[in-house]
C-alpha cells in the first residue's frame, strides 16, 4: 500500500486489533509490550492487513489494562517508551501499515492528576468539575444507573472535615471516573492529546466508549419497565457481550439510555474531524459506539465527523442466512443515507471469540472461517482481532487467574478468556510469546502447540494458511466496486454478487450446488456442491 495515497485508505483497509498486553513480550516480564510488537510487524505485513490498531498503553494502573489512562501522553512503563512508540511508527510505516491508536475520552483513570486534584479540592471546586460530582441527601447514590461492569455507576468519596459528601460517577469501574463533557477544559485537554500523537505520526484513533461523554443534563433516573430494577437491566455496552451477545440491538432499542448516545456528543467529533483534517495523510476517527439503531450508528459517520463506526450488529448475528443478510442490507441502507462506508468485525478483546460463539470445535472453526470469508468479501472495511488467523478459541480461565474488573464486580467469568497472550513457535508455554520460561500474564492452555504460528505455517490447511489466501485474494480484488446485489440460492444460503465475484456461504448442514465460476477461495474444500458451514468466492 502507499502510504502517501491519500484517497480514503480507509474505506478499504483491512485492520488487525493487537491487544496489547497478550500480542508479543519483548522484555520477558509475560505481559506484551511495544518492542514486540514491532519485532512482528513483518508477521502482519505477511499476513496481509493494512493497518492495525493498538489498544491503550498509556501510562494507566491496569484495573482495566489501559482503558483507565492516568497520562494520556506517555507510555506506561510496563509497555516501553515515547522513543518505542516512535520506533514502532517508523517500521510499521516502512512496511506500508498504517496505525491507529486508542483514545478514551469518556473517562479517566482515578489516578489521574485531574481527578486526584478533585479529591483534594473538596466539593464545589472547579477541579471537580472536570468530573461528574454530585451531592445526595438521602444516603443513596445520586440517580439508579448501573455500571456497565455491574453494581452501581456511583462511588461516594470520603468527605473532609465540615465538607459535605459527595459521590463522582463511573459507567464503568469506579477506578474509572467520567469526565465531564459540559466543562470546555475537558474538550481542551483532548485536542492537545489528539495532537499530541498526530504529530507523532499516528494514522488514526479508535475512539472508546464513543456513544458516552455526553448523559443527560439533568442526570435523571433510567426508565424501567414496571417490575424491574436497575439490576436487572442487562448491561448494555461494551463490557457485556463477554459473557453473552446480550446486548442485542432488538433488547437495547426497548430500553431508555439518559446515559448513551446524547445528540451533544457530535460537537466533539466535529471539532475532533477539523483537528485531524490539518495533517496529509488522510487519518481517521473511528467509532465504538455502541449505538440503538444503524441510524444512531450513522449519525457517528456523516460527513464531517468520523470516517468509520464499527458496525457491531455483523458480530451479534446469529448464525443464520437470514440474519447475516439483514445485517447487511441494513447497513447499507443506514450508510448509504450519510455516504459512508461500512466496517465489518467478528471478534474483539471485549467478546467471546466467534469460533467459541459458534458452537466451538471443528463446528464452530469451520463456521468461523466461513463467516470471515464472507466478511472480507463484502465492500468495505474489515477488522480482525489478534489470534483469530490462528483460529484460536476463548479460553476457560481459571478465576485465580481472571483480572477483568466486571468478574471483580459481578462475579460472571468477564472478558480474559479472548485475552490469553499468542501461542508463536514451540510445544509449551510460553509458545515464543516472549523470551521468558514461564506461563505469561493469563496462562496458555498447555495444548497449543499445533496452534502456534510456527506450526500452522507449515500447514497448508491451517487457518493462518487460510486467512492469508483469503487476505492476498482480497487485494487481488480490489478492483470488483463498493456495490453487492443479493441473490437467492435458498434459505440456509447467504449469496450476493459484487462485480464480477460471487460470495456463497452456506449456513445449513447439507450440501448446496454452487453457481457458475471458477473458486478464487474458500473457506473449507469445495467440490461442485458447496458443504454446509463453508463459503467460497467464485469469478
Ligand atoms: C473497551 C473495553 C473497556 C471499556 C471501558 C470499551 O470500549 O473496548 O475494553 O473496558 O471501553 O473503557
Redesign the pocket.
Known sequence: MDLNDQNEWWRHSVCYQVYVRSFADADGDGIGDLPGITSRLPYLRELGVDSLWI?PFYTSPQN??G??VADYRDVDPLFGTLGDADELLARAHDLGLRVIVDL?P??TSDRHEWFQAALAAGPGSKERERYVFRDSTDGNPPNNWQS??GGPAWTRVEAGPGERAQWYLHL?DST?PDLNWRNPEVGDMFEDVLTFWLDRGVDGFRV??AHGLFKVEDLRDQLLEEGATPDSVPAN???SPASSPASSMVERTMRDEPMWDQPEVHDVYRRWHDVLAKYDGDRILVA?AWTQTPESMANFVRGDEMQQAFNFSWLLADWSAEAFAEVITGTFAALEAVGASPTWVLS???VVRHPTRYGGGAQGLARARAATLTMLGLPGSSYLYEGEELGLEQVDVAAEHRED?SWFRTGEPG?DGCRVPLPWAGDHPPYGFGPGTGQPWIPQPTDWAPLTVEAQAADPGSTLSFYKRALAARRDQADTGEHIEMLELGTDVLAFRRGPLTVVLNCGSEAVPLPAGEVVVASGPVTDTLPGDTAVWLR
Do not use: A, L, M
Open positions: 489498544t482495566d489494562h482503558y483507565d478514551v469518556n473517562h456497565v461492569f464503568f474509572q472508546d466508549v455496552s461494551t463490557g465504538e474483539n478483546h471485549d474488573p472478558r
